[in-house]
């Protein structure tokens, strides 16, 4: 097939850097796409390994679950009331009949807000005799 054009262009019009224009368009096209699916990639695998995480790791599940920060002086709870909750919250999640014999893990559940970082002191929060969620 032959294709003729009617109009000329002329030599001062011609870009001769085009084709290194479009390939520059092209790679920008390529690397964002790139990006793109690795950055969603990556999210997605984070949040597979959070929820993992949440699921074997009872500490973590519970602070994801159930604990909250608040600023308030009445919301504080020692580190053995949270451990009861905890172990309330677990013996609710596996429908066991007896409490387990399991440790908070206080490292876990300030991984979930930095500001609860007043539990590495024995405390944690908690509203009106209930959990925050």
Same mark, same amino acid.
């Given at each position: 097939?032959?294709?003729?054009?009617?109009?000329?262009?002329?030599?001062? +019009? /011609?870009?001769?850097?085009? =084709?290194?224009?479009?390939?520059? !368009?092209?790679?920008? $096209?390529?690397?964002?796409?790139? %990006?793109?699916?690795?950055?969603?990639?990556?999210?997605?695998?984070?949040?597979?390994?959070?929820?993992?995480?949440?699921?074997?790791?009872?500490?973590?599940?519970?602070?994801?679950?159930?604990?909250?920060?608040?600023?308030?002086?009445? +919301? /504080?709870?020692?580190?053995? =009331?949270?451990?009861?909750?905890? !172990?309330?919250?677990? $013996?609710?999640?596996?429908?066991? %009949?007896?409490?387990?014999?399991?440790?908070?893990?206080?490292?876990?559940?300030?991984?979930?807000?930095?500001?609860?970082?007043?539990?590495?002191?024995?405390?944690?929060?908690?509203?009106?005799?209930?959990?925050?969620?």
């Amino acid at each position: 097939m032959i294709i003729e054009f009617s109009e000329q262009i002329p030599i001062e +019009d /011609i870009d001769i850097g085009l =084709e290194d224009k479009l390939k520059f !368009l092209s790679f920008q $096209r390529y690397f964002i796409d790139f %990006v793109q699916r690795t950055l969603l990639s990556k999210r997605n695998t984070h949040l597979k390994l959070e929820d993992y995480r949440a699921e074997i790791n009872n500490s973590y599940g519970f602070a994801i679950d159930k604990v909250a920060y608040s600023e308030s002086s009445t +919301d /504080i709870v020692t580190r053995s =009331e949270m451990r009861s909750h905890m !172990l309330d919250w677990v $013996r609710e999640k596996y429908s066991l %009949v007896k409490a387990p014999k399991e440790q908070l893990n206080p490292q876990e559940i300030c991984r979930i807000n930095s500001e609860l970082n007043i539990l590495k002191k024995k405390y944690a929060n908690i509203k009106n005799g209930k959990m925050l969620h």
